[in-house]
Protein backbone atom coordinates (compact mmCIF):
# COMPACT_ATOMS: atom_id res chain seq x y z
CA UNK A 1 0.00 0.00 0.00
CA UNK A 2 3.15 2.40 0.48
CA UNK A 3 4.59 1.67 -2.60
CA UNK A 4 1.33 2.95 -4.18
CA UNK A 5 1.58 6.30 -2.78
CA UNK A 6 -0.74 5.72 0.76
CA UNK A 7 1.31 7.08 3.16
CA UNK A 8 -1.50 6.84 6.49
CA UNK A 9 -0.83 3.73 9.16
CA UNK A 10 -4.60 2.83 8.96
CA UNK A 11 -6.76 2.97 5.85
CA UNK A 12 -10.29 3.57 6.16
CA UNK A 13 -12.30 1.12 3.98
CA UNK A 14 -15.54 1.70 5.57
CA UNK A 15 -16.75 5.51 6.48
CA UNK A 16 -19.64 5.31 9.17
CA UNK A 17 -22.03 3.18 6.53
CA UNK A 18 -25.64 3.19 8.23
CA UNK A 19 -28.58 1.02 7.43
CA UNK A 20 -30.86 -1.62 8.65
CA UNK A 21 -32.35 -4.98 7.21
CA UNK A 22 -35.57 -6.20 7.56
CA UNK A 23 -37.29 -9.72 7.94
CA UNK A 24 -38.96 -10.28 4.89
CA UNK A 25 -36.90 -7.52 2.71
CA UNK A 26 -34.54 -8.36 -0.32
CA UNK A 27 -31.84 -6.19 0.06
CA UNK A 28 -28.92 -5.59 -2.41
CA UNK A 29 -25.51 -4.11 -1.36
CA UNK A 30 -23.95 -2.79 -4.59
CA UNK A 31 -21.38 -0.63 -5.97
CA UNK A 32 -18.27 -0.49 -7.86
CA UNK A 33 -15.20 -2.24 -7.42
CA UNK A 34 -13.47 -0.93 -4.62
CA UNK A 35 -16.15 0.58 -3.01
CA UNK A 36 -16.05 -2.42 0.20
CA UNK A 37 -19.54 -4.69 -0.60
CA UNK A 38 -17.65 -7.30 0.24
CA UNK A 39 -15.85 -5.99 3.34
CA UNK A 40 -18.96 -4.64 4.96
CA UNK A 41 -20.82 -7.99 4.57
CA UNK A 42 -17.45 -9.73 6.28
CA UNK A 43 -18.03 -7.09 8.61
CA UNK A 44 -21.83 -7.55 9.51
CA UNK A 45 -21.42 -11.33 9.38
CA UNK A 46 -18.19 -11.35 12.02
CA UNK A 47 -16.19 -12.92 8.97
CA UNK A 48 -13.41 -10.38 8.88
CA UNK A 49 -10.11 -11.74 10.19
CA UNK A 50 -8.01 -8.72 10.04
CA UNK A 51 -8.21 -4.56 10.35
CA UNK A 52 -9.67 -2.77 12.52
CA UNK A 53 -13.96 -2.47 13.68
CA UNK A 54 -15.27 0.43 15.26
CA UNK A 55 -18.88 1.13 15.46
CA UNK A 56 -22.37 -0.33 16.95
CA UNK A 57 -24.19 -2.92 15.48
CA UNK A 58 -27.78 -4.14 16.68
CA UNK A 59 -30.21 -7.81 16.22
CA UNK A 60 -33.40 -6.50 17.27
CA UNK A 61 -31.93 -3.82 19.18
CA UNK A 62 -29.68 -5.18 21.30
CA UNK A 63 -25.85 -4.99 20.26
CA UNK A 64 -24.86 -7.99 18.56
CA UNK A 65 -23.01 -10.77 20.00
CA UNK A 66 -21.05 -12.74 17.13
CA UNK A 67 -21.04 -16.32 19.07
CA UNK A 68 -25.11 -15.58 19.24
CA UNK A 69 -24.96 -13.73 15.44
CA UNK A 70 -23.45 -17.76 14.60
CA UNK A 71 -26.21 -19.31 15.73
CA UNK A 72 -29.08 -17.53 14.04
CA UNK A 73 -27.43 -16.66 10.86
CA UNK A 74 -26.13 -17.73 7.81
CA UNK A 75 -23.38 -16.84 5.05
CA UNK A 76 -23.28 -18.09 1.27
CA UNK A 77 -19.86 -17.65 0.63
CA UNK A 78 -19.17 -16.40 -3.36
CA UNK A 79 -16.66 -19.75 -3.32
CA UNK A 80 -18.65 -22.80 -3.18
CA UNK A 81 -16.99 -24.92 -0.53
CA UNK A 82 -18.24 -28.22 0.05
CA UNK A 83 -16.67 -31.50 1.03
CA UNK A 84 -16.19 -32.98 -2.34
CA UNK A 85 -16.41 -36.87 -1.48
CA UNK A 86 -20.35 -36.54 0.14
CA UNK A 87 -23.52 -36.59 -1.43
CA UNK A 88 -25.67 -33.25 -2.18
CA UNK A 89 -28.34 -34.96 0.80
CA UNK A 90 -25.70 -35.77 3.18
CA UNK A 91 -24.15 -32.27 2.93
CA UNK A 92 -27.38 -31.08 4.26
CA UNK A 93 -27.82 -33.89 6.76
CA UNK A 94 -24.54 -32.75 8.28
CA UNK A 95 -25.16 -29.17 8.57
CA UNK A 96 -28.27 -29.94 10.20
CA UNK A 97 -27.40 -32.45 13.11
CA UNK A 98 -24.76 -30.03 13.77
CA UNK A 99 -27.02 -26.53 13.83
CA UNK A 100 -30.33 -27.40 14.95
CA UNK A 101 -30.83 -27.79 18.23
CA UNK A 102 -30.87 -31.04 19.98
CA UNK A 103 -34.91 -30.38 21.13
CA UNK A 104 -35.17 -31.45 17.11
CA UNK A 105 -35.50 -35.25 16.72
CA UNK A 106 -33.96 -36.71 13.72
CA UNK A 107 -37.34 -37.65 12.09
CA UNK A 108 -38.67 -33.29 12.18
CA UNK A 109 -34.67 -32.64 10.89
CA UNK A 110 -35.04 -35.09 8.12
CA UNK A 111 -38.19 -33.73 7.32
CA UNK A 112 -36.85 -30.21 6.99
CA UNK A 113 -34.28 -31.51 4.73
CA UNK A 114 -36.58 -32.42 2.00
CA UNK A 115 -38.29 -29.12 2.59
CA UNK A 116 -35.64 -27.30 2.06
CA UNK A 117 -34.51 -29.42 -0.90
CA UNK A 118 -37.65 -28.86 -2.42
CA UNK A 119 -37.20 -25.34 -1.61
CA UNK A 120 -33.68 -24.92 -3.53
CA UNK A 121 -35.02 -27.42 -6.17
CA UNK A 122 -32.44 -30.20 -5.33
CA UNK A 123 -34.64 -33.13 -4.49
CA UNK A 124 -33.85 -34.77 -7.81
CA UNK A 125 -29.93 -34.41 -7.06
CA UNK A 126 -30.16 -35.87 -3.76
CA UNK A 127 -27.82 -39.08 -4.23
CA UNK A 128 -25.33 -36.78 -6.54
CA UNK A 129 -21.46 -36.19 -5.35
CA UNK A 130 -20.83 -32.75 -5.04
CA UNK A 131 -17.50 -32.67 -6.73
CA UNK A 132 -14.61 -30.33 -7.31
CA UNK A 133 -15.26 -27.23 -8.81
CA UNK A 134 -15.01 -27.54 -12.39
CA UNK A 135 -13.50 -31.13 -12.55
CA UNK A 136 -16.36 -33.25 -11.07
CA UNK A 137 -19.76 -33.38 -9.50
CA UNK A 138 -22.27 -30.79 -9.56
CA UNK A 139 -22.41 -27.74 -12.07
CA UNK A 140 -21.77 -24.11 -10.80
CA UNK A 141 -25.34 -23.38 -10.53
CA UNK A 142 -26.03 -26.37 -8.45
CA UNK A 143 -23.17 -25.65 -6.10
CA UNK A 144 -24.79 -22.11 -5.79
CA UNK A 145 -27.99 -23.64 -4.32
CA UNK A 146 -26.24 -26.17 -2.49
CA UNK A 147 -24.63 -23.65 -0.56
CA UNK A 148 -27.53 -21.93 0.15
CA UNK A 149 -29.41 -25.25 1.25
CA UNK A 150 -26.68 -25.63 4.23
CA UNK A 151 -27.31 -22.61 5.64
CA UNK A 152 -31.44 -23.28 5.01
CA UNK A 153 -31.10 -26.61 6.74
CA UNK A 154 -29.61 -24.23 10.20
CA UNK A 155 -32.65 -22.46 9.88
CA UNK A 156 -31.16 -18.99 10.54
CA UNK A 157 -33.33 -15.56 10.37
CA UNK A 158 -30.53 -13.65 8.79
CA UNK A 159 -28.72 -14.98 5.77
CA UNK A 160 -26.31 -13.30 3.87
CA UNK A 161 -24.93 -13.86 0.30
CA UNK A 162 -21.60 -13.19 -1.29
CA UNK A 163 -22.33 -12.77 -5.10
CA UNK A 164 -24.98 -15.19 -5.20
CA UNK A 165 -25.05 -14.87 -9.39
CA UNK A 166 -21.44 -14.91 -9.78
CA UNK A 167 -19.99 -16.85 -12.71
CA UNK A 168 -23.43 -17.91 -13.64
CA UNK A 169 -25.26 -17.73 -17.03
CA UNK A 170 -28.44 -16.13 -17.49
CA UNK A 171 -31.01 -19.50 -17.07
CA UNK A 172 -28.24 -20.43 -13.99
CA UNK A 173 -28.89 -17.28 -12.36
CA UNK A 174 -32.73 -17.06 -12.46
CA UNK A 175 -33.05 -20.40 -10.97
CA UNK A 176 -30.64 -19.21 -8.07
CA UNK A 177 -32.65 -15.72 -7.44
CA UNK A 178 -35.90 -17.52 -7.74
CA UNK A 179 -34.52 -19.69 -4.95
CA UNK A 180 -33.17 -16.27 -3.07
CA UNK A 181 -36.38 -15.12 -3.42
CA UNK A 182 -38.33 -17.87 -2.09
CA UNK A 183 -36.26 -18.01 0.77
CA UNK A 184 -36.98 -13.99 1.47
CA UNK A 185 -40.92 -14.94 1.20
CA UNK A 186 -40.45 -17.58 4.38
CA UNK A 187 -39.76 -14.16 6.24
CA UNK A 188 -36.20 -13.74 6.67
CA UNK A 189 -33.03 -11.28 6.53
CA UNK A 190 -31.43 -11.69 3.54
CA UNK A 191 -28.89 -9.58 2.19
CA UNK A 192 -26.55 -10.13 -1.15
CA UNK A 193 -23.80 -8.29 -2.67
CA UNK A 194 -24.57 -8.56 -6.44
CA UNK A 195 -22.24 -7.31 -9.08
CA UNK A 196 -23.72 -5.99 -12.66
CA UNK A 197 -26.91 -7.66 -12.52
CA UNK A 198 -29.18 -8.26 -15.30
CA UNK A 199 -32.42 -6.14 -15.20
CA UNK A 200 -34.94 -9.22 -14.08
CA UNK A 201 -32.03 -9.79 -11.26
CA UNK A 202 -31.94 -6.70 -10.22
CA UNK A 203 -35.86 -5.76 -10.06
CA UNK A 204 -35.97 -9.09 -7.68
CA UNK A 205 -34.43 -6.75 -5.11
CA UNK A 206 -36.65 -4.88 -2.72
CA UNK A 207 -34.51 -2.55 -1.20
CA UNK A 208 -30.99 -1.54 -2.43
CA UNK A 209 -27.69 -0.29 -0.07
CA UNK A 210 -25.79 1.54 -3.12
CA UNK A 211 -22.07 2.46 -1.79
CA UNK A 212 -19.39 4.46 -3.65
CA UNK A 213 -15.73 3.65 -4.38
CA UNK A 214 -14.03 5.10 -0.48
CA UNK A 215 -16.63 3.01 1.22
CA UNK A 216 -19.66 5.71 1.65
CA UNK A 217 -23.15 5.20 1.14
CA UNK A 218 -24.89 7.00 -1.71
CA UNK A 219 -28.23 5.62 -1.61
CA UNK A 220 -30.08 3.53 0.86
CA UNK A 221 -34.05 2.57 0.11
CA UNK A 222 -36.16 1.10 -2.27
CA UNK A 223 -36.14 0.26 -5.84
CA UNK A 224 -39.68 0.66 -6.61
CA UNK A 225 -41.64 -1.44 -9.26
CA UNK A 226 -39.97 -1.33 -12.11
CA UNK A 227 -36.51 0.57 -10.38
CA UNK A 228 -38.99 3.53 -10.27
CA UNK A 229 -37.87 4.85 -7.02
CA UNK A 230 -34.36 4.06 -7.99
CA UNK A 231 -34.46 6.00 -11.03
CA UNK A 232 -36.59 8.92 -9.67
CA UNK A 233 -34.47 9.52 -6.60
CA UNK A 234 -31.04 9.84 -8.95
CA UNK A 235 -32.63 12.12 -12.24
CA UNK A 236 -33.60 14.26 -9.26
CA UNK A 237 -30.37 15.36 -9.13
CA UNK A 238 -28.87 18.00 -11.39
CA UNK A 239 -26.90 17.27 -14.12
CA UNK A 240 -27.65 13.64 -14.46
CA UNK A 241 -28.51 11.69 -17.10
CA UNK A 242 -32.08 10.19 -17.71
CA UNK A 243 -32.36 6.59 -18.54
CA UNK A 244 -33.05 5.44 -21.66
CA UNK A 245 -36.08 3.46 -22.15
CA UNK A 246 -35.45 -0.27 -21.77
CA UNK A 247 -31.74 0.62 -20.68
CA UNK A 248 -31.00 -1.71 -17.43
CA UNK A 249 -31.34 0.59 -14.38
CA UNK A 250 -28.54 -1.43 -12.29
CA UNK A 251 -26.24 -0.36 -14.87
CA UNK A 252 -27.29 3.31 -15.12
CA UNK A 253 -26.84 3.36 -11.27
CA UNK A 254 -23.68 2.55 -11.43
CA UNK A 255 -22.40 4.88 -14.87
CA UNK A 256 -24.27 8.19 -13.76
CA UNK A 257 -22.89 7.90 -9.92
CA UNK A 258 -19.10 6.57 -10.74
CA UNK A 259 -15.89 8.83 -9.68
CA UNK A 260 -15.59 10.15 -12.90
CA UNK A 261 -19.27 11.58 -12.95
CA UNK A 262 -18.73 13.02 -9.78
CA UNK A 263 -16.20 14.92 -11.15
CA UNK A 264 -17.70 16.14 -14.07
CA UNK A 265 -20.40 17.16 -12.42
CA UNK A 266 -18.59 18.40 -9.07
CA UNK A 267 -20.95 17.04 -6.53
CA UNK A 268 -20.74 14.70 -4.08
CA UNK A 269 -23.37 11.88 -4.16
CA UNK A 270 -22.87 10.72 -0.44
CA UNK A 271 -23.00 14.28 0.76
CA UNK A 272 -25.99 15.10 -1.36
CA UNK A 273 -27.60 11.47 0.01
CA UNK A 274 -27.02 13.32 3.69
CA UNK A 275 -28.83 16.21 2.85
CA UNK A 276 -31.84 14.14 1.57
CA UNK A 277 -35.29 13.11 3.16
CA UNK A 278 -34.88 9.77 2.43
CA UNK A 279 -31.16 9.61 4.64
CA UNK A 280 -33.71 11.58 7.02
CA UNK A 281 -36.27 8.68 6.93
CA UNK A 282 -33.54 5.73 7.14
CA UNK A 283 -31.82 7.55 10.47
CA UNK A 284 -35.23 7.69 12.12
CA UNK A 285 -35.66 3.90 11.14
CA UNK A 286 -32.19 2.80 12.07
CA UNK A 287 -33.47 4.96 15.75
CA UNK A 288 -36.75 2.90 15.73
CA UNK A 289 -35.21 -0.58 15.30
CA UNK A 290 -32.15 0.15 17.60
CA UNK A 291 -34.78 -0.05 20.62
CA UNK A 292 -35.62 -3.19 21.97
CA UNK A 293 -39.17 -4.13 21.38
CA UNK A 294 -41.29 -3.61 25.18
CA UNK A 295 -40.67 -6.90 26.68
CA UNK A 296 -38.08 -8.48 24.78
CA UNK A 297 -35.10 -9.55 26.05
CA UNK A 298 -31.83 -9.93 24.67
CA UNK A 299 -31.41 -13.31 22.20
CA UNK A 300 -28.91 -16.15 24.44
CA UNK A 301 -27.82 -19.66 24.16
CA UNK A 302 -26.74 -21.62 26.97
CA UNK A 303 -23.68 -22.96 25.12
CA UNK A 304 -21.34 -21.72 22.19
CA UNK A 305 -22.62 -24.80 19.65
CA UNK A 306 -25.90 -26.11 18.92
CA UNK A 307 -24.62 -29.93 20.00
CA UNK A 308 -22.68 -31.31 22.57
CA UNK A 309 -18.75 -32.54 22.07
CA UNK A 310 -19.70 -35.91 21.82
CA UNK A 311 -22.01 -35.32 18.50
CA UNK A 312 -19.61 -32.83 16.95
CA UNK A 313 -17.25 -35.56 17.07
CA UNK A 314 -19.68 -38.35 15.85
CA UNK A 315 -20.95 -36.46 13.03
CA UNK A 316 -17.19 -35.10 11.93
CA UNK A 317 -16.01 -38.83 11.96
CA UNK A 318 -19.32 -39.53 9.80
CA UNK A 319 -18.77 -36.98 7.29
CA UNK A 320 -14.68 -38.16 7.43
CA UNK A 321 -15.82 -41.69 6.87
CA UNK A 322 -17.79 -40.89 3.48
CA UNK A 323 -15.22 -38.66 2.38
CA UNK A 324 -12.28 -41.26 2.58
CA UNK A 325 -14.76 -44.24 1.47
CA UNK A 326 -15.94 -42.49 -1.81
CA UNK A 327 -12.08 -41.21 -2.13
CA UNK A 328 -10.28 -44.18 -4.36
CA UNK A 329 -7.51 -41.72 -5.79
CA UNK A 330 -6.45 -41.85 -2.20
CA UNK A 331 -7.36 -44.66 -0.08
CA UNK A 332 -6.98 -47.24 -2.88
CA UNK A 333 -3.78 -45.77 -4.26
CA UNK A 334 -2.18 -45.86 -1.06
CA UNK A 335 -3.13 -49.15 -0.14
CA UNK A 336 -2.04 -50.24 -3.97
CA UNK A 337 1.26 -48.44 -3.09
CA UNK A 338 1.61 -50.57 0.37
CA UNK A 339 0.93 -53.51 -1.32
CA UNK A 340 3.88 -52.68 -4.21
CA UNK A 341 6.06 -51.34 -1.82
CA UNK A 342 6.12 -54.40 0.91
CA UNK A 343 6.25 -56.56 -2.38
CA UNK A 344 9.42 -54.94 -3.57
CA UNK A 345 10.81 -54.69 -0.11
CA UNK A 346 9.49 -58.36 0.78
CA UNK A 347 11.38 -59.83 -2.09
CA UNK A 348 14.68 -57.46 -1.76
CA UNK A 349 15.32 -58.90 2.13
CA UNK A 350 13.94 -62.48 1.59
CA UNK A 351 14.77 -64.47 4.55
CA UNK A 352 17.01 -62.11 6.11
CA UNK A 353 15.24 -62.14 9.55
CA UNK A 354 16.20 -65.75 10.17
CA UNK A 355 19.45 -64.82 9.57
CA UNK A 356 21.18 -63.70 12.95
CA UNK A 357 23.98 -66.05 13.14
CA UNK A 358 26.79 -62.55 12.33
CA UNK A 359 26.25 -59.09 13.76
CA UNK A 360 26.11 -58.48 9.96
CA UNK A 361 23.07 -60.18 9.68
CA UNK A 362 21.57 -57.65 12.27
CA UNK A 363 22.69 -54.38 10.61
CA UNK A 364 21.38 -56.09 7.62
CA UNK A 365 18.16 -56.78 9.00
CA UNK A 366 17.86 -52.93 10.87
CA UNK A 367 18.78 -51.36 7.71
CA UNK A 368 15.88 -52.69 5.97
CA UNK A 369 13.82 -52.18 8.94
CA UNK A 370 14.54 -48.39 8.32
CA UNK A 371 14.34 -48.33 4.69
CA UNK A 372 10.77 -50.17 5.12
CA UNK A 373 9.44 -47.44 7.97
CA UNK A 374 11.00 -44.30 6.16
CA UNK A 375 9.34 -45.37 2.80
CA UNK A 376 5.74 -45.17 3.53
CA UNK A 377 5.79 -42.87 6.97
CA UNK A 378 7.07 -40.45 4.19
CA UNK A 379 4.56 -41.47 1.47
CA UNK A 380 1.83 -41.16 4.05
CA UNK A 381 2.25 -37.96 5.70
CA UNK A 382 2.79 -36.76 1.60
CA UNK A 383 0.05 -37.97 0.19
CA UNK A 384 -2.60 -36.93 3.04
CA UNK A 385 -1.54 -33.62 3.09
CA UNK A 386 -3.44 -32.26 -0.21
CA UNK A 387 -6.58 -34.23 1.26
CA UNK A 388 -6.52 -32.09 4.76
CA UNK A 389 -5.53 -28.59 2.58
CA UNK A 390 -9.26 -29.42 0.26
CA UNK A 391 -10.76 -30.17 3.89
CA UNK A 392 -9.45 -27.40 5.58
CA UNK A 393 -11.21 -24.70 3.53
CA UNK A 394 -13.93 -26.53 4.34
CA UNK A 395 -13.48 -26.43 8.06
CA UNK A 396 -12.83 -22.67 7.81
CA UNK A 397 -16.75 -22.48 6.91
CA UNK A 398 -18.14 -24.89 9.53
CA UNK A 399 -16.11 -23.44 12.35
CA UNK A 400 -17.37 -19.87 11.19
CA UNK A 401 -20.79 -20.89 10.95
CA UNK A 402 -20.89 -22.45 14.63
CA UNK A 403 -20.95 -26.24 13.51
CA UNK A 404 -18.07 -27.50 15.89
CA UNK A 405 -15.21 -26.61 17.39
CA UNK A 406 -11.34 -27.73 16.51
CA UNK A 407 -10.71 -30.73 18.35
CA UNK A 408 -14.22 -32.70 17.11
CA UNK A 409 -12.87 -32.01 12.99
CA UNK A 410 -9.63 -32.46 14.21
CA UNK A 411 -10.40 -36.43 16.08
CA UNK A 412 -12.76 -36.85 12.76
CA UNK A 413 -9.75 -36.64 10.36
CA UNK A 414 -7.25 -38.79 12.81
CA UNK A 415 -9.54 -41.33 13.91
CA UNK A 416 -10.71 -41.83 10.39
CA UNK A 417 -6.96 -42.55 9.18
CA UNK A 418 -6.43 -45.30 11.93
CA UNK A 419 -8.61 -47.91 10.41
CA UNK A 420 -6.61 -47.29 7.04
CA UNK A 421 -3.27 -47.36 8.23
CA UNK A 422 -4.14 -50.40 10.60
CA UNK A 423 -4.59 -52.11 7.38
CA UNK A 424 -1.13 -50.76 5.67
CA UNK A 425 0.25 -51.95 8.98
CA UNK A 426 -1.02 -55.77 8.30
CA UNK A 427 0.24 -55.82 5.22
CA UNK A 428 3.50 -53.86 5.39
CA UNK A 429 4.44 -55.91 8.49
CA UNK A 430 4.69 -59.64 7.36
CA UNK A 431 21.18 -45.15 13.57
CA UNK A 432 24.88 -45.26 14.33
CA UNK A 433 24.10 -41.91 15.59
CA UNK A 434 26.98 -39.32 16.98
CA UNK A 435 26.72 -38.57 20.60
CA UNK A 436 25.72 -35.12 20.08
CA UNK A 437 22.45 -36.14 18.19
CA UNK A 438 21.73 -39.05 19.99
CA UNK A 439 18.82 -37.03 22.15
CA UNK A 440 17.09 -36.99 18.82
CA UNK A 441 16.15 -40.32 18.82
CA UNK A 442 13.96 -39.84 22.09
CA UNK A 443 11.97 -37.17 19.76
CA UNK A 444 11.36 -38.85 16.32
CA UNK A 445 8.56 -41.44 15.79
CA UNK A 446 10.36 -43.36 13.22
CA UNK A 447 13.40 -44.55 16.29
CA UNK A 448 10.66 -45.58 18.47
CA UNK A 449 9.28 -47.37 15.45
CA UNK A 450 12.60 -48.79 14.66
CA UNK A 451 13.37 -50.13 18.59
CA UNK A 452 10.24 -51.59 18.83
CA UNK A 453 11.02 -53.58 15.59
CA UNK A 454 13.86 -54.73 16.71
CA UNK A 455 13.07 -55.33 19.94
CA UNK A 456 10.41 -57.77 19.54
CA UNK A 457 12.34 -59.64 16.37
CA UNK A 458 15.55 -59.76 17.65
CA UNK A 459 15.64 -59.20 21.53
CA UNK A 460 14.44 -62.41 22.91
CA UNK A 461 16.62 -64.63 20.96
CA UNK A 462 18.91 -66.86 22.90
CA UNK A 463 20.96 -68.73 20.66
CA UNK A 464 24.67 -67.46 20.45
CA UNK A 465 26.35 -65.30 17.75
CA UNK A 466 29.05 -66.91 15.23
CA UNK A 467 32.46 -64.67 16.24
CA UNK A 468 30.87 -63.95 19.68
CA UNK A 469 30.04 -65.09 22.62
CA UNK A 470 26.31 -62.98 23.60
CA UNK A 471 23.28 -64.31 22.66
CA UNK A 472 21.00 -62.42 19.59
CA UNK A 473 19.60 -60.47 22.72
CA UNK A 474 22.32 -59.80 24.32
CA UNK A 475 24.23 -58.25 21.60
CA UNK A 476 20.94 -56.11 20.79
CA UNK A 477 20.60 -54.86 24.06
CA UNK A 478 24.75 -53.90 24.92
CA UNK A 479 25.25 -52.59 20.91
CA UNK A 480 21.59 -50.67 20.12
CA UNK A 481 20.62 -50.27 23.60
CA UNK A 482 17.38 -51.74 22.99
CA UNK A 483 15.62 -53.76 25.51
CA UNK A 484 12.91 -56.58 25.22
CA UNK A 485 11.28 -55.53 28.05
CA UNK A 486 10.91 -52.00 27.06
CA UNK A 487 8.75 -52.86 24.78
CA UNK A 488 5.77 -51.68 26.62
CA UNK A 489 7.10 -48.15 26.82
CA UNK A 490 7.46 -48.30 23.36
CA UNK A 491 4.15 -48.96 22.50
CA UNK A 492 3.05 -46.55 24.72
CA UNK A 493 5.20 -43.82 23.35
CA UNK A 494 3.55 -44.63 20.03
CA UNK A 495 0.33 -43.61 21.35
CA UNK A 496 1.46 -40.29 22.85
CA UNK A 497 2.89 -39.36 20.11
CA UNK A 498 -0.17 -40.04 17.56
CA UNK A 499 -2.48 -38.20 20.71
CA UNK A 500 0.44 -35.10 20.70
CA UNK A 501 0.24 -35.07 16.86
CA UNK A 502 -3.93 -34.86 16.90
CA UNK A 503 -3.55 -32.45 19.47
CA UNK A 504 -1.21 -29.97 17.68
CA UNK A 505 -3.21 -30.51 14.60
CA UNK A 506 -6.19 -29.39 16.64
CA UNK A 507 -4.74 -26.41 18.34
CA UNK A 508 -3.25 -25.60 14.70
CA UNK A 509 -6.31 -25.78 13.08
CA UNK A 510 -7.59 -23.64 16.00
CA UNK A 511 -5.77 -20.96 16.42
CA UNK A 512 -4.16 -20.35 12.81
CA UNK A 513 -5.72 -18.66 9.65
CA UNK A 514 -5.02 -18.41 6.74
CA UNK A 515 -7.32 -16.94 5.25
CA UNK A 516 -7.28 -13.54 4.41
CA UNK A 517 -10.68 -11.30 4.44
Known amino acids: MKAQGITEERVLLLKGVSGSFRPGVLTALMGVSGAGKTTLMDVLAGRKTGGYIEG ?77 PGVSGLSTEQRKRLTIAVELVANPSIIFMDEPTSGLDARAAAIVMRTVRNTVNTGRTVVCTIHQPSIDIFEAFDELFLMKRGGEEIYVGPVGQNSSKLIEYFEGIDGVSRIKDGYNPATWMLEVTSSAQEEMLGVDFSEIYRQSELYQRNKELIEELSTPPPGSTDLNFPTQYSRSFITQCLACLWKQNWSYWRNPSYTAVRLL ?144 GFHHNFLWVVAVVHVVFAVTFAFLFSFAIMKFNFQRR
Not at 101 to 126: C, G, N, Q, W
Open 56 to 132: DMRISGYPKKQETLARISGYCEQNDIHSPHVTVYESLVFSAWLRLPSEVDSEARKMFIEEVMDLVELTSLRGALVGL
Open 337 to 480: FTIVIALMFGTMFWNLGTRTKKQQDLFNAMGSMYAAVLYIGVQNSGSVQPVVVVERTVFYRERAAGMYSAFPYAFGQVAIELPYIMVQTLIYGVLKIPVWWRWYCWICPVAWTLYGLVASQFGDIQHVLEGDTRTVAQFVTDYF
